[in-house]
């Protein structure tokens, strides 16, 4: 397809009429995705991560998405190489567990990688 654009507004917003009839309409983010989110390139251990999500709520703060950085995986000798991240066991020990807390606490969560 090619889509090709005048020289006013108007033919623009008649190539992505054109356009979203092909491709269909933009999807919307939902909500949580404007919130807050954060992330810290530290090697947190599952304890410490649980407390620094106290600590959001305990100061007040809006959270909505809580992300490990890339230190939640095992790079020594370059393990991670090849994109088989095994996680370093005596930093989170239970991640069902940790995935559980998050669910609990309404927070959203990714790894940063």
Same mark, same amino acid.
């Given at each position: 397809?090619?889509?090709?654009?005048?020289?006013?507004?108007? &033919?623009?917003?008649? !190539? +992505? +009429?054109?356009?979203? =009839?092909? !491709?269909?309409?933009?999807?919307?983010?939902?909500?949580?995705?404007?919130?807050?989110?954060?992330?810290?390139?530290?090697?947190?251990?599952?304890?410490?991560?649980?407390?620094?999500?106290?600590?959001?709520?305990?100061?007040?703060?809006?959270?909505?998405?809580? !992300?490990?950085?890339?230190?939640? +995986?095992?790079?020594?000798?370059?393990?991670?190489?090849?994109?088989?991240?095994? !996680?370093?066991?005596?930093? /989170? &020990?239970?991640?069902?567990?940790?995935?559980?807390?998050?669910?609990? =606490?309404?927070? +959203?969560?990714? /790894?940063?990688?």
């Amino acid at each position: 397809y090619i889509f090709l654009l005048g020289d006013d507004l108007d &033919s623009w917003h008649d !190539a +992505r +009429r054109e356009f979203v =009839k092909v !491709a269909g309409p933009t999807p919307v983010l939902p909500d949580y995705a404007f919130g807050t989110w954060f992330t810290w390139w530290h090697s947190y251990t599952q304890d410490e991560a649980v407390s620094e999500v106290e600590r959001w709520g305990t100061d007040n703060l809006p959270i909505d998405i809580w !992300a490990l950085d890339m230190n939640w +995986r095992n790079t020594t000798d370059n393990q991670d190489q090849y994109y088989d991240h095994p !996680a370093v066991p005596n930093l /989170f &020990s239970n991640f069902t567990a940790w995935f559980e807390y998050l669910r609990g =606490k309404g927070l +959203r969560t990714y /790894f940063n990688d």
